[in-house]
């Protein structure tokens, strides 16, 4: 067990739609980021927040956005799903955000159908 | 740009026997750092070994050992005494230490280990 809490496990959806994945990081840990892993693509740095603000941006679309709140759990918001958003969505978390290693949850496996 | 490369898409190694994993990199950093992480069939991201840039010894972590060649700038995983629990995907990361730590994954390579 990493320490990482990611819910839910699992999300089926339409197009369309819009979701919200919940991130808990290890206790300590400041900062938190989203991957996503799809076969196509495989795993794909999105956005990395430390102690509340945006640090580092990846290959996220407009159509997603994420936030870290002041008890530093974070939400990844993803709307107007397409079938192509069809991925296991990683958080991860580290102690201070630079040159160290990350504790990975075990995902959220969203399907839009 | 930094780039990680796995040229394995699939490995196959007798249980109890040693394996090597190969990673190669590609940055013109001379600070960085290098991951790899196992991937089970159930989904999780399971942190193995890290080695550092200025790290002067190879990094060991039980079974696993990281075999670092800066100047060929490779990175490869042996295991050592495979276990049928090994079976899984594996992936090579670096950091971008462009001052954060966004990390970059190569394609990996999904290990099978046989009885």
Redesign the interface.
């Known amino acids: 067990d990493?320490g990482v809490t990611q819910t839910p496990k699992h999300l089926i959806t339409a197009t369309g739609q819009r979701v919200t994945l919940r991130c808990s990081p290890r206790s300590g840990d400041l900062?938190v980021?989203w991957?996503q892993q799809s076969l196509d693509q495989?795993?794909q740095?999105l956005i990395?927040y430390y102690n509340g603000e945006e640090?580092?941006k990846?290959n996220i679309l407009e159509r997603f956005s994420a936030q870290q709140f002041p008890d530093l759990h974070s939400e990844l918001n993803l709307s107007s799903l397409e079938l192509g958003d069809s991925a296991?969505y990683?958080c991860?978390s580290?102690v201070a955000?630079?040159?160290?290693?990350?504790?990975?949850?075990?995902?959220t496996?969203l399907s839009v159908l | 740009a930094q780039k990680i490369t796995q040229t394995q898409p699939g490995m196959f190694v007798q249980e109890k026997e040693a394996v090597t994993l190969d990673c190669t990199y590609d940055t013109s950093d001379p600070?960085y750092?290098l991951?790899w992480?196992k991937q089970p069939s159930?989904?999780?991201?399971?942190?193995l070994i890290?080695q550092?840039s200025y790290d002067q010894q190879n990094a060991t972590e039980g079974r696993y050992s990281l075999n670092f060649q800066k100047a060929r700038k490779s990175a490869n995983l042996v295991i050592s005494a495979s276990q049928l629990g090994d079976s899984a995907m594996y992936?090579c990361?670096m950091?971008n230490?462009g001052?954060?730590?966004?990390?970059?994954?190569?394609?990996?390579t999904r290990l099978a280990v046989h009885p």
């Open positions: 990493s900062s980021y991957y495989g795993l740095f990395q640090r580092a990846g296991l990683f991860a580290s955000g630079t040159n160290e290693k990350l504790f990975f949850g075990s995902g496996q | 600070s750092g991951f992480y159930s989904g999780e991201m399971i942190f890290y550092g992936f990361a950091i230490t001052g954060y730590n966004k990390l970059i994954f190569g394609a990996g």
